[in-house]
């Protein structure tokens, strides 16, 4: 089972924490590459949180489900303007079973990491099959693992470094896993928050869409569809559920 990272003391704060994530421009992109792809067809979020792509999404006149475990998150979400109007079901996104089936599965600002385990991150891949329509496309939105910025011997690499926060990715190489460090000043005290992940390598990512049944229909740098080269800090992919299964 997931262990919920995002109680009342994250979920309080998360929108605050993120608000680079919320910038107009950042929110449009992505949403409007899920639109396009969704079409008039239902669309499912994995780890929906606070809402911040599901929300306007739905203002897009698509209907939006989102699966998340933590009950904090989802309670932001639903105190917002138009959070009513997404369905939510509280669960392990990697697990957890609608009776519907969706256009568009997706996971954005490296959820998938979440899944601390391969075999968690696997059976998240089944799940999303499982919701897919024939041709529905699954979209992963993951940074790719910043190894090449660790100097021999290290395992810690600074995120984020301003008067007011500071994070810290340290990582543990034989096991892909990572925890993020957090520290912020807020209301004149300092704040603290560790959250562990597992980073997943983008082939490593295909190879668990195949066991699945999905096949790669396409691999971008950013959500504006730039080139995914070997110097992309992250990438959005999306894979295919082939017609006829």
Known sequence: MTTDHFGEDVAEGYDESVAEMF?????????????????????????????????????????????????AMIARLRAKTGGNAISVTEGDFATTRLDEKFSVVYLVFNTVMNLT?????????????????????????VAVPRLRRLPAGETVVPFLVTPTRLGFDEYELASQRLVSHHYSVREGRLEEHSIPFRYVWPSELDLMARIAGLNLAGRWADWDRRPFTADSDKHVSAWERPHGD
Request: with cysteine; aromatic share 4%.
């Open 23 to 71: 910038d107009i421009t950042v929110v449009e992109a992505t949403v409007g590459f899920l639109a396009e792809l969704a079409g008039n067809g239902p669309v499912l979020e994995l780890g929906v949180g606070t809402g911040r792509v599901a929300i306007p999404l739905s203002g897009r006149g698509l209907v939006v489900h989102g699966i998340d475990l933590s009950p």
């Open 117 to 141: 385990t391969q075999e968690a991150q696997t059976a998240c891949f089944e799940n999303a099959a499982h919701h897919l329509l024939p041709g529905g496309r699954f979209v992963v939105e």
